[in-house]
């Protein structure tokens, strides 16, 4: 899942319906500019205003709504295609009321019913940083929203039933870090746009606060106490580095995937320790929820359970028949909270889509591209329920075929090649001709050839980190071989996720992997299963 198709979602973020276009703000502050920036960047404004291979802020992401696709505004101050010629009062009214420039009601893809609890002093600060930026002529594409959803008076229901304007007021019985958090979490930071159960409801006691549920075919976890299902069993700074890096220290399994990735890659990885701890402290007051009750689990921690020949076939010889991991490597499934969500949906969309290099972690391959939909049901309900797992079963349903037909990724063979993020690690592979070096391999030739070019690259970027030069050299690898017929006996899935696998053990184990017999790769390979 690339970075941008990663974070599409109707409930997602930041997708106001904005029009307009005006100049650059003369005389603004820098101070209050700086503030803005860190406010936009803790509210991940830059998600969903921003295209893939599009210029930052200057909107045109697809958000797919359950009323049709919407295309986000441009946020930059152009003159004619951004927000240049609007005034303060006139985003405020945007901002925090769900008002357009012309009086029309924005669709509650804007989280305004969250925005609603900003401070006057954040919003012109926001404002200010967003007029600051440079402008870029960027019209916006028409929104696909089909009738009668397009009838905007027609929101006047949805506002009367769920949208309740008023700034935040702290809670005079809490203290000023919990309070703090609540601002964040209810406001700015807009949680419960992803992690809420009822999305459509919007901020608000109706909407199954914080309790988990589908966004966008991904499952947004319970971050309630819950000691099972949620995040009642995880140490404050088990949270709070979960939130900085998409993983957790010690024996706390996982690894963010789909949007929450993208969330901290984004947005929490830059905010400060004490806004996180905040947010934590926060989360700690919200009331605990059971998203699912034991009578709908069902045992499969057994001989012979759906799942386990298929377990043992694709997924223990990385995550450990015990489903205990590799530390430092693979995460563990048994006792991951994520795995155990209420809902599959982050973990049929890893099986089938794979997972990049991050945080240290090896790439996991997409592995369900090789098996059955059967297959992938069986070891699903298998994962979620063995070790000590517990979460319901899916039975029957469309889960399955609607997180294959959802997955694009370059992993997984259903989306182009991803760009190379880092520059150093794209100069290093230009300057090395490692694109056509790349060219006509068989599996066989993959480690003799990852021996030479992996020191080349390491060397030419020295300051990339070993994720960085893993998925840059697995893109190199996605444009020499994509086009190319390959071997009969592995699919594209199996080829990619091998090479990807043998570069992280080349730069893990240099010296293991120069011994290694052609086509024999190291045992420590990999795939972090984890989402969110």
């Given amino acids: ?46 998600a969903c205003h921003t295209a893939p291979g599009g210029k930052p802020y200057a909107g045109n992401y697809g958000l797919n709504t359950p009323i049709g696709l919407i295309f986000t505004p441009n946020l930059t101050p152009d003159p004619e295609t951004g927000i240049g010629k609007w005034s303060y009062e006139t985003f405020e009214k945007a901002f925090r009321h769900g008002i357009g420039d012309e009086g029309e009601y924005l669709y509650p893809a804007f989280p305004f019913a969250w925005y609603t609890k900003v401070s006057d002093e954040d919003t012109k600060a926001i404002f200010a940083f967003l007029k600051s930026l440079d402008p870029v002529n960027e019209k916006r594409k028409e929104s696909q929203i089909p009738f009668p959803f397009n009838i905007r008076t027609a929101l006047i229901t949805w506002r009367t039933a769920f949208f309740s304007e008023g700034r935040f ?40 606060k914080l309790g988990g549920g589908v966004i966008d075919g991904w499952y947004a976890p319970n971050i309630t106490p819950d000691g099972h299902q949620g995040i009642g069993a995880w140490k404050d700074e088990e949270v709070v580095t ?29 905010m400060t320790d004490a806004d996180l701890k905040a ?7 919200v009331p605990a929820k059971e998203t699912y009750k034991a009578k709908d689990l069902q045992a499969f921690n057994q001989p012979g359970a759906p799942g386990a020949d298929v377990y043992l076939t694709y997924c223990s010889s990385c995550h450990r028949p015990d489903g205990t991991g590799v530390p430092g490597a693979i995460p563990a499934l048994a006792g991951n909270t994520s795995v155990q969500s209420e809902g599959p949906q982050t973990v049929l969309r890893v099986i089938y889509g794979g997972l990049a290099a991050q945080s240290g972690l090896a790439p ?39 997180a294959k037909a959802a997955t694009q990724t370059m992993l997984s063979g259903t989306a182009p090649c991803d ?38 690259v390491k060397s030419g970027a020295p300051k990339a980190s070993d994720d960085d030069i893993v998925n840059g050299l ?3 690898y996605c444009q020499a071989a994509r086009d190319e017929p390959g071997e009969p006996k592995l699919s594209w899935a199996a080829r990619i996720g091998s090479f990807a696998n043998l570069t992280y053990s080349q730069l893990k184990h240099p010296e293991k992997q120069a011994s290694a017999t052609p086509g024999q790769p190291p045992a420590t390979g990999a795939s972090p ?4």
């Fill in 1 to 46: 899942m690339t970075r941008r198709t990663a974070r599409g979602s109707a409930w997602l973020a930041l997708a106001a319906l904005f029009t307009a276009g005006p100049a650059l703000a003369q005389g603004s502050d820098a101070d209050l500019i700086k503030r803005g920036q860190y406010l936009a960047t803790s509210g991940d404004c830059v």
């Fill in 169 to 208: 007021k702290p809670d005079p019985n809490a203290s000023a870090e919990v309070n703090r958090g609540a601002y964040l979490v209810e406001g700015l930071g807009h949680c419960g746009m992803c992690h809420n159960e009822n999305k459509i409801v919007g901020n608000s006691s109706l909407a199954g």
């Fill in 242 to 270: 979960y939130l900085k890096t998409g993983t957790a220290p010690g024996n706390r399994p996982g690894v963010a995937a789909g949007p929450m990735r993208q969330a901290i890659e984004e947005s929490t990885s830059k």
């Fill in 279 to 285: 947010i934590v402290a926060y989360l700690r007051t």
């Fill in 364 to 402: 996991m391959p997409a592995i369900g591209q090789d098996m059955t939909e059967q297959q992938v049901r069986d070891v699903t309900d298998y994962i979620r329920n063995s070790w000590g797992n517990k979460a319901p079963v899916m039975n029957s349903g469309s889960a399955v075929s609607e």
């Fill in 419 to 456: 760009a190379i993020a880092d520059e150093g690690v794209k100069k290093a592979i230009e300057s090395n001709n490692i694109v056509a070096d790349l060219k006509g391999l068989t599996s066989v030739d993959f480690i003799p050839k990852l021996v030479t070019i992996v020191p080349k």
């Fill in 474 to 476: 697995t893109t190199a």
């Fill in 529 to 532: 299963m984890k989402p969110q």
